[in-house]
């Protein structure tokens, strides 16, 4: 275990991720120096008790620290890395928290540096918006390279697990190309998708404000803070490029089945993807995706219907695995669907909710296999 | 208004949706007769109240009705639509729930039909699973064209609008067109992406076991029921296909701008992204997306917690937008996220469940304009 109370961290880079791990590393104890090429960002970390000792140089705020964390945008991560690596002495650990890894792990090429990448997503930006509960529950890949000092990987995933992250080990190119299929192709998609359906006009409806439950959550992580992302897509577009390629010919594949109504393929390639989709649903759940139901109500818009909800729910402490409550409109009310595993508990929650007088619909979340 | 209660329902198809339909008919007080080709499925409707007077023939279902409605598969859309249309008399109004609307239209050149697409996906089937509050708030497209006797649209109109449904009239290729873009595009996209993450392995990484937000959200409506699934992207594949295309010289416009790097271009796709993910949270939640924020915690997996929180903001009055409760794993807890309109709510919000002893990040869901 590492004591993280006992470290003199080093943040390079107090934006909303670098004050985030920094004020984490201040409520575990540790003492915090700060650098920042934005000296309001740096002022602004310090302002929230995220550095202790802000730096005016790079320099001075590596002097004599245990670990030093890049949080600089992903595009610079190569450069910053390097003149950290050069700049503090060898006592010192390196770490990032970039979004990517191949690039900044490639240029560091040092034992001292460990690559890592929390995943979490915020739209938010800046030291004001930082969080030491940032990382609470999240996955932070870690991606040690043959020549990394083991030491150093342990110091870096214990100060990550100190910060509640999960740490997960992977190559630096392996971590690209699963980031590319989970994350960038999803993110690339719903930028193409929600900008087709912006510029389509179909006989004055607007496919946008008609957008249903799919295209809607489709369009979750649509327009993410450009900032960021084109950092993102050009950093891995060689992972990104062969994805987007494999993803064009299973368009054309579609294509190819829908002009020739081929309705044994498209059967085929649903069937397939149900069970893919199973595969997720088992992973997300530890539970047989043949055993989860979503039990659906429709509410009125008005105050006290969640709390009413869950209290009925939690008298009968029914093992519910998740819980959404969509807004529609103020006319229309909303949509509550509890996710639970079994049929048993579907009937219960189904029977408590209407008793509390609303109508219920039952279904299984995923067909059978 | 109609008075439902008054009226002599047929339904032909007697499964989910069918079924859901008697039921809410049956509910108002219609007298509803039925009739289906699998005899078993007929039975299951009677037993659950749905159909009144079961019937041996398709004619003998539809004799002396008001409206007859059809809930047959989409490809048996056509000429079920036709027979009803020639075994029914005059005062007979027919209607359908077809996903697709051009074919059928097109096919009953009637005065006495109209189209009707209620939009409620579920992966239940089948009467067992009917609901009468199936479609309660749900958009409910109805599709007349010129010939359409008005009388005759008023009164599928009084129907659904009485089984809480939100009527939406629009023409059958406009329809078609739209469900391209807001329905079966999502879809399709859904599948490939399960499909191509399926199929890949990473030096030991499932991607599918690894999906984050972004390629759980795209995975939802993934493997949807192929029986159904197969009949809409065959019957509407001619929109389906312009849609693809259009989708995949987009993909290949990325392309290009990441091959050659281009960092201008690529910014502008993800601004006009966010500026369609902003008309998208204006058309859903009827406030400046500018003012909604995310509020989220990370909770431990144990009983009680729902309801503790939904008690403490209901107590508060709070103006919640949207509540997820998404469940990671009994090992790392769950995550909870509230959207509400108005930072000044957010800070309510985020004040409150730090009173509760929770870790909170507060974020804008929308990146400025």
Redesign the interface.
């Known amino acids: 275990v590492i004591e993280v109370g006992s470290l003199r961290i080093a943040v390079v880079g107090t934006g909303l991720m670098g004050a985030s791990v920094a004020l984490g590393a201040a409520r575990l104890g540790a003492h915090v120096r700060g650098y920042d090429v934005d000296a309001a960002a740096l002022e602004e970390a310090v302002r929230r008790g995220a550095v202790h000792t802000p730096c005016t140089s790079l320099a001075d705020a590596v002097e004599g620290v245990d670990v030093a964390l890049v949080a600089t945008p992903v595009a610079s991560l190569p450069g910053v890395v390097a003149v950290v690596l050069g700049e503090s002495d060898d006592a010192c650990t390196v770490t990032d928290v970039g979004s990517t890894k191949a690039t900044v792990c490639a240029a560091a090429a040092s034992p001292r540096f460990v690559g890592g990448h929390p995943?979490c997503?915020?739209?938010?930006h800046g030291a004001a918006?930082a969080?030491?509960?940032?990382f609470?529950?999240a996955?932070w890949f870690l991606t040690p390279v043959a020549e990394t000092d083991p030491a150093r990987y342990r110091l870096v995933h214990g100060l990550v697990s100190a910060l509640?992250a999960?740490p997960v080990a992977?190559?630096p190119d392996?971590h690209d190309?699963?980031v590319a299929?989970?994350?960038h192709?999803?993110?690339?998609?719903?930028?193409?998708?929600?900008?087709?359906?912006?510029t389509?006009r179909?006989?004055g409806?607007?496919?946008?404000?008609?957008?249903?439950?799919?295209?809607?959550?489709?369009?979750?992580?649509?327009?993410?803070?450009?900032r960021v992302?084109?950092d993102i897509?050009?950093d891995n577009?060689e992972a990104?490029?062969s994805?987007?390629?494999?993803?064009?010919l299973?368009?054309?594949r579609?294509?190819a089945a829908?002009?020739s109504?081929d309705?044994r393929e498209?059967?085929d390639?649903?069937?397939?993807?149900?069970?893919?989709?199973?595969?997720?649903l088992r992973?997300?759940?530890?539970a047989d995706p043949g055993d989860l139901f979503?039990v659906r109500?429709?509410v009125p818009d008005e105050?006290?219907v969640?709390?009413r909800v869950?209290?009925a729910?939690?008298?009968e402490?029914l093992n519910?695995?998740?819980?959404?409550?969509?807004?529609?409109?103020?006319e229309?009310?909303g949509?509550l669907g509890i996710?639970v595993s079994g049929e048993g508990e579907a009937e219960r929650a189904a029977q408590l909710l209407e008793a509390l007088g609303?109508?219920?619909?039952?279904?299984?979340?995923?067909?059978g296999p």
Chains 1, 2 share one sequence.
């Open positions: 995943v997503g915020s739209e938010a918006h969080s030491a509960d940032l609470d529950g996955t509640r999960q992977i190559e392996a190309a699963l299929i989970t994350s192709l999803p993110h690339a998609l719903a930028n193409l998708v929600v900008n087709q359906a912006g389509a179909i006989a409806h607007d496919p946008l404000a008609a957008a249903g439950g799919s295209l809607r959550d489709l369009s979750r992580v649509a327009g993410a803070n450009p992302w084109v897509f050009l577009r990104l490029l994805v987007l390629a494999e993803h064009r299973g368009v054309e579609l294509e829908l002009s109504a309705a498209i059967g390639w649903i069937e397939e993807a149900a069970g893919n989709r199973r595969r997720v992973a997300a759940y530890a979503r109500i429709h105050p006290g969640l709390a869950t209290q729910l939690g008298a402490r519910i695995e998740d819980f959404e409550l969509h807004h529609l409109s103020p229309r009310g949509v996710l609303y109508g219920v619909v039952v279904a299984p979340v995923a067909a």
